[in-house]
């Protein structure tokens, strides 16, 4: 069986939100929240949420049985810090991982399944496209597990995308969403606008 984990990287402070990016709303469940269930309806079957920031009350959002928890005392780290944090916490057993950024809420759980389904041809590393832009979540095979645990520190995960650059597989996908983050509040409005076609709730100061 194909043991497909995730870790989903929620440790940072959002300062250029000005607000507390995982917990805003995002419909009926936060931003956070959403990220969770588009890649377990996709076929991942553990996630690893790396924590850090407001941890504790974060926690509290993503309860769920598939989820396991890994805390990052540095939320201002590098993001390959939290990585590292998190390959810890993945199942010995899994064949592949997802690394997914809270900052993507809006990607359909059918671009998590057509990336599973590329990885299983035998692609090493499969990065989603939106009309040739390189996007989120990535699937990196287990086979690199050591690599993940060794991340250079300033380049991150891009340093094994070029290291392998013969391995990996660019799968355009039918979704903007994959390359729509949400990095500032206007970021935000506009997706929340572009997908629930309301202006969303303030904020708290987060």
Known sequence: MQNIAAILLAAGQSRRMGAFKPLLPFGNQTVAQSCLNYLLQGGVETVIAVLGHRADELKSHLDHPAVRFAYNPDPASEMSTSIEIGIKQVPENASAVFIALVDYPAVPSSV???????WSKGAMLVKPTWQGRGGHPVL??????NELQNL?????????????????????????????DIDTWDDY??????????????????
């Open 112 to 118: 998590v399944s057509s990336l599973i389904v590329e």
């Open 140 to 145: 990196v095979d287990l086979t690199l597990r």
């Open 152 to 180: 250079d520190p300033v380049a991150g995960l891009k340093s094994v995308f070029e290291k392998h650059a013969g391995d990996v597989r660019r799968l355009e996908v039918n979704s903007p969403y994959v390359a729509w």
């Open 189 to 206: 409005s506009a997706l929340y606008r572009e997908i629930f076609d309301q202006t969303p709730p303030e904020p708290d100061s987060g």
